[in-house]
């Protein structure tokens, strides 16, 4: 078992402790927290494990120039930046990185930069890892697109540079994931198994988050503000032996405004010409007649609401679901898979092809090639 308090996790998937707005007089309550901000700004007072554990503010300062930063996946809001600012900048320079961060360019990331142009804390929120940009001015640098799965990041290649984990079993654990991929249970149960980061977008409706359908939305939340992000906060679920209880919980009182924009955050549509709408016509027909839709039911395409699966049912690795709550697996709301690859939850079919040719051989669909190629078009098509 390892300690949570040396942990390593943030997925996906906040930072502003106290939400900022009109000062108040006298007995006037504080203004509600607001949902777009908690999501992409708060921290939940996580900073305590960025800052004064992990010391993550001297890494940026020191070692993470823009190019750096860039490469590991991190992402810029063009419209943070005034016009021209990126045009003068030295890409190469780690103060260039710390003065986005105090403009609130880098997604995900909160910091605190005293009047020398020092870092002096830092903390992380959920648009870290469920937040990307549009590339509209370079690759990484753009507009923001909430919801959708930061899969360039590469979560533990960033904590390894902390001088927190240079222990050889935590630098080849942390440096073993790859971009897009994070272990929401490593500092749980001690056991390297990461999963593909998840979208935050097309959650209305859907009765159970999480791969292993432990829970609803709220639920996961909870659970990674609190073990992952290191959040101040309380979370407790005896099933898989988790308790965390600070005595500050900045968590609880905002879950409610975070899932109220996570809920706000509709799945994007197939881009125009990405499949060819005939085929992904007769591709739903043999989507129906293979029993896709006996598990993949209703209008979100899952059934979770009503049962979840053991792994052999479809053939997939136990591994994750053997360290949950549940033992299971829910079937996964089909949403916006044209915009996510990797598929499954271990990213272990790198196309929509290889999801067909993985069901193909586990369950014997019997489809021919042009029935094949009609179901990856109306996959493409959701």
């Given at each position: 078992m390892i300690s949570l308090?040396?942990?390593?996790?943030?997925?996906?998937?906040?930072?502003?402790?106290?939400?900022?707005?009109?000062?108040?007089?006298?007995?006037?309550?504080?203004?509600?927290?607001?949902?777009?901000?908690?999501?992409?700004?708060?921290?939940?007072?996580?900073?305590?494990?960025?800052?004064?554990?992990?010391?993550?503010?001297?890494?940026?300062?020191?070692?993470?120039?823009?190019?750096?930063?860039?490469?590991?996946?991190?992402?810029?809001?063009?419209d943070a930046l005034p016009p021209g600012l990126l045009d003068q900048a030295d890409l190469t320079d780690p103060a260039t990185t710390v003065e986005l961060i105090r403009r609130n360019a880098v997604l995900g990331i909160q910091g605190e930069?005293?009047?020398?142009?020092?870092?002096?804390?830092?903390?992380?929120?959920?648009?870290?890892?469920?937040?990307?940009?549009?590339?509209?001015?370079?690759?990484?640098?753009?507009?923001?697109?909430?919801?959708?799965?930061?899969?360039?990041?590469?979560p533990g290649l960033i904590v390894s540079l902390s001088p927190f984990f240079q222990e050889a079993q935590a630098q080849t654990v942390l440096t073993s994931w790859g971009p897009g991929m994070f272990d929401p249970r490593f500092n749980i149960d001690g056991i390297n198994d990461p999963v593909v980061i998840p979208p935050a977008y097309g959650l209305k409706g859907v009765p159970l988050e999480t791969y292993t359908g432990d829970g609803p939305v709220s639920y996961w939340n909870a659970y990674v503000a609190v073990t992952q992000m290191h959040g101040h906060g309380r979370f407790e679920d005896p099933r898989i032996g988790v308790s965390v209880q600070w005595e500050d919980d900045l968590v609880t009182p905002l879950l409610d405004p975070l899932l109220e924009y996570q809920l706000s955050l509709s799945a994007p549509p197939p881009p125009p010409g990405s499949?060819?709408?005939?085929?992904?016509?007769?591709?739903?027909?043999?989507?129906?007649?293979?029993?896709?839709?006996?598990?993949?039911?209703?209008?979100?395409?899952?059934?979770?609401?009503?049962?979840?699966?053991?792994?052999?049912?479809?053939?997939?690795?136990p591994t994750l679901a053997e360290r949950s709550a549940t033992g299971m697996y829910r079937t996964t709301p089909l949403r916006a898979l044209w915009q996510h690859a990797p598929y499954f939850h271990d990213g272990s079919a790198e196309s929509l092809s290889d999801v067909v040719a993985h069901y193909e051989a586990c369950l014997t669909l019997g489809l021919t090639q042009e029935e094949t190629q009609d179901l990856i078009e109306y996959l493409k098509s959701l």
């Open positions: 308090r040396k942990s390593v996790l943030l997925v996906v998937p906040l930072a502003l402790i106290a939400c900022e707005g009109t000062p108040t007089t006298g007995d006037d309550p504080p203004p509600p927290p607001d949902p777009q901000e908690v999501f992409r700004f708060e921290t939940f007072g996580n900073e305590t494990w960025w800052t004064d554990t992990l010391r993550m503010h001297e890494v940026i300062e020191t070692a993470v120039d823009p190019v750096t930063a860039l490469a590991v996946g991190l992402k810029v809001d063009m930069v005293d009047d020398d142009g020092r870092l002096t804390r830092v903390g992380i929120a959920c648009s870290l890892c469920h937040s990307t940009v549009d590339d509209a001015v370079m690759p990484g640098i753009g507009r923001r697109l909430d919801g959708w799965p930061n899969l360039d990041l590469d499949f060819d709408p005939e085929s992904a016509g007769r591709g739903r027909a043999v989507f129906e007649r293979a029993g896709c839709a006996d598990c993949h039911s209703g209008p979100l395409l899952t059934d979770a609401a009503t049962r979840l699966h053991p792994p052999e049912a479809t053939c997939m690795d």
